[in-house]
């Protein structure tokens, strides 16, 4: 079946490519804002008026640094895949419409019913009622249903 929303598959890849991303940089600032604080690396900072991050302070940044980046990792994932519902959403609705369309193109044909088990043998059900003459074959280019 061909790929319709180029632009929203683009997207899809766009979003999980950005949470990767966001969630690896957000990890390396973290790591460097906790090595920096702990190696006195933001004293440097305190010449020059700018307020120091105490071990404490540069802890609770940590924490705080890697939850957003995980916060935002799960967000963009969900995102993307809310994207990817909405495109098989309509890639099955659409492979449905092609469906009844050859169901309405070729009457009295009737989707063949299935054997409940295997062991048990096949009795039609009262509903069922075989065509009178066979019916043209239908086209082997429309896609199905999945």
Known sequence: MEKRFTALNILVVLFRIL???VLVSGVLGAVALLIGALLDGLDALGRYGLPVLTTLGAAVGFIALLFTALMYFVLLQALADVFKVLLAIEENTRA???AQERQLAYPGTQPTPTYPAAS???TPPPY???PVTPPPAPPQDLPRPQ
Request: aromatic fraction near 24%; glycine fraction near 0%.
């Open 19 to 21: 949470a990767w991303v």
């Open 96 to 98: 449905l419409r092609l």
């Open 120 to 122: 048990m043998p096949y």
């Open 128 to 130: 069922y009622t075989p």
